[in-house]
């Protein structure tokens, strides 16, 4: 049984520098490309960031490029999501995907691409 479980979220101060942990269980963690996604109040989900299986490239939006990074650990079957910088506008509850994949160089970043998903973990930020 796959189990995404994130963690790290919580009330962070404007300008904070959080970090989300998502631990994967039940699958072979290396065969997977991740992502992490977030939803807003009254807004849709939508793609934030994500690595490849290997580890070697990732992809942001472009309203996080260059303020969050999305580490992974394949010892540890965790990816991360760090965040720096962080405005009002980044309250949301932040999900972590996984997408079982062939390509070790390939990102996706699509919901309908992945196959799990974690329950969330709300993030928000205080001005």
């Known amino acids: 049984q796959v189990q995404l479980v994130e963690s790290g979220g919580g009330l962070v101060q404007a300008g904070g520098s959080p970090r989300l942990s998502c631990a994967a269980s039940g699958l072979t963690f290396s065969s997977f490309a991740m992502g992490w996604f977030r939803q807003a109040p009254g807004k849709e989900r939508e793609f934030v960031a994500t690595?490849?299986?290997?580890?070697?490239?990732?992809y942001y939006a472009d309203s996080v490029k260059g303020r969050f990074a999305i580490p992974r650990d394949n010892a540890k079957n965790t990816v991360y999501l760090q965040m720096s910088t962080l405005n009002v506008e980044n309250t949301a509850v932040y999900y972590c995907a996984a997408k079982s994949t062939y390509y070790y160089g390939r990102y996706y970043t699509r919901e309908v691409e992945y196959d799990y998903w974690g329950q969330g973990t709300q993030v928000t930020v205080s001005s």
């Open positions: 690595i490849t299986r290997s580890g070697l490239s990732t």
